[in-house]
């Protein structure tokens, strides 16, 4: 993954910028609010995801991380692609979003172009949740490596929602039998043993 990219900006559009890394251009897409932060032959910095499909490589570029962070949280809500996350938080600030998650606040979800009151309310009941895991500290009580296993198994092409009980079968374990080991590597493979089993 691709997670930033520093260089000079090269050319501005609407929905993207074009960041010279070494001599090679990156073309990233971006919210307006980061793009209009950015001037043609200044240097900059952007926090990126790259999202790869069957015909395609998409670089996505933001402020900071934690508008990244939420770009990537976002899309493991079902219905949910890089299109409509873009959207998210080209209207709300993550801060916003997150609140507007956590309050089922359907009206300011559906403010975004793309999201109706079926997709509001599937990414409610969906995120819920979990938007107190968006930016880089986990919530008060909820060890590390859960959201470190569950963004793994998200990367590896499970649902989110398998992820999760494959993430809540392995802490279960770790409950039962308080003196196993507790590298990531290790429940990373106790959670796709968890969901081998459930296939």
């Known amino acids: 993954m691709i997670a930033s ?19 090679v251009g990156y073309l990233t897409r971006c919210t307006p609010g980061t793009i209009a932060g950015l001037r043609i032959g200044q240097e900059a910095q952007l926090a ?27 899309q493991t809500a079902s219905g949910v ?5 873009l959207a998210m938080l080209a ?6 979003l997150r609140q507007a998650i956590a ?12 999201i109706g009151r079926k997709g509001a ?7 819920k949740d979990r938007v107190g895991l968006a930016g880089s500290a986990a919530p008060t009580g909820a060890p590390a490596w859960r959201e470190q296993v569950h963004e793994a198994l998200l990367g590896l092409g499970w649902p989110a929602r ?24 290790t429940l990373l493979r106790d959670a796709l043993r968890s969901l081998a089993r459930t296939r």
């Open 48 to 74: 990126t995801t790259l999202v790869v499909r069957e015909d395609s490589m998409t670089v996505y570029g933001f402020a900071d991380a934690t508008e990244r962070d939420m770009f990537e949280l976002v």
């Open 91 to 96: 209207v709300l600030d993550p801060d916003r």
């Open 162 to 185: 398998d992820a999760e009980r494959a993430v809540d079968n392995v802490a279960a374990d770790l409950a039962d039998d308080p003196g196993a080991a507790a590298d990531v590597s």
């Open 121 to 127: 309310e599937r990414i409610v009941v969906e995120l």
């Open 81 to 85: 692609g890089p299109k409509v996350a």
């Open 103 to 114: 309050q089922a606040d359907h009206s300011t979800l559906m403010s975004v172009p793309g």
């Open 5 to 23: 990219l520093r260089g000079t900006v090269a050319a501005v559009s609407l929905d993207s910028v074009v960041l010279d890394v070494g001599g």
